[in-house]
């Protein structure tokens, strides 16, 4: 593999939080940086877990394999 195809595909590492809210559950998803990468809420900790677990799993977007 050339250094160019390894930088591409470079592990990133994201953290997440969930919060209970009066309406539901709110999570956001951070990158190594700390900024938001994604966020949102669900009615309950079930759903909102599994939204974090989606994002999780996404591929990288053009924008982040650039970063």
Do not use: I, K, N
């Amino acid at each position: 593999m050339s250094r160019e195809t390894e930088a591409m595909h470079e592990v990133r590492s994201f953290a997440y939080s969930l919060s209970q809210r009066e309406d539901g559950w709110a999570w956001c998803v951070y990158d190594e940086d700390g900024v938001t990468v994604a966020d949102g809420a669900h009615a309950s900790r079930d759903a909102a877990q599994a939204a974090v677990d989606r994002m999780l799993r996404r591929p990288p977007s053009s924008e982040q394999a650039a970063a």
